[in-house]
């Protein structure tokens, strides 16, 4: 076969190459007849021991990968800030993908763009990442992008735009299903020009006055507003108040009824749900009964009780859409579902 500086021609072999600062190169070339000299090389790999790499060369000799050899990983071209790289870094346990800056001038050099691993918070965890290594993602553009951490979570991040779309195509239906242990209590639907959002009601956030400790409040009992604001930290609230268990009959302060406390924040653990307008339950007090259509108002013991007319009021709280007991109570007070009216 004929060779060309020291490399085996029309085939596969490996040699010396002075032209790549004497390192031991297998190369792949190509001729143009069964006895012509090669004329190009298709494909070049070779050590490169003064750089302690693994280089791949094309058939111009002008660009390579490059395998790196601490932290794991391959560089386009030759690991260049601008050089698009795929690296595994088996320290972290993580991957990062950096893709090239493209036509519509996001980057000037390649930057990462995926990491698959940990995150770079104090307290980094497994996560899959899009333009974004933190968690959470803030408002700043820094940290806008898309993340899911080995839990499932998902958080979007976008910079002063709409973060999130949905689109369905074709038919009226359902856009998003709301699921609790593998069962759907709710569903987001669209139908013409209008999304409406079924199984569910209005709820805000409150606390109790002067943010005192939790406290046990049955659920569905009767809330009343007070005129003190939530506070937390230095969040600039303008709109939600703090509540007590109604104490006044016919209270015309109602706030709705208590729903929950909140327990997935673990800085803010006073807080609770309070359901003010749409489908709930609403508590009754032993001995007390109640028909469909009643409206209900405040009892002033934390239950409701019809008001006697069928007029709304400031009052009023809600309507009875059935009378089945759907929760009792330890105090003998039972819930029935109603419709809220109390914002």
Known sequence: MAQADGVVA???????????????????????GATAPATTYAYQFWADTTAGKLKIRNSANSDWVVLRDLDGGFDAADGTSSAPSIKFASDTDTGIFRPAANSIGIATDAVERVRIGLSTDTSPQQAFMWNTTKLPITSQQADAGFFIDAQGKCLIGQHN??????NRTGNDGNITSYMQDGVQEGSMNV?????????????????????????????GSVMSNLNQMCVWGDENNEQLNRTKVSDVEGDANVAGVFDM?????????????????????????????????????SAGDGTAKP????????????????TEVTLTHPDGSYCVPCVLMAC
Request: hydrophobic share 40%; glycine share 8%; proline share 1%.
């Open 261 to 297: 406390w909140d327990n997935d924040d673990t800085v803010y653990t006073k807080d609770f749900y309070i359901a003010m307008t749409g489908d709930n339950i609403i508590r009754i007090a032993q001995g007390t009964t109640v028909e469909r259509g009643d409206l209900l108002m």
């Open 307 to 322: 008001q006697g007319d069928d007029i709304i009021r400031s009052k009023t709280i809600a309507k009875v859409i059935s």
């Open 10 to 32: 029309n085939g596969s072999g490996a040699a010396v190459r002075a032209d790549i600062n004497n390192q031991l190169a297998a190369v792949f070339t190509t001729h143009s």
């Open 161 to 166: 735009r709409n973060p999130f779309t949905i």
């Open 191 to 219: 139908s013409g020009t209008t999304v409406f959002l079924s199984g569910a009601h209005l709820s805000r956030w409150s606390q109790l006055e002067n943010n005192a400790e939790r406290i046990q409040i049955l659920r």
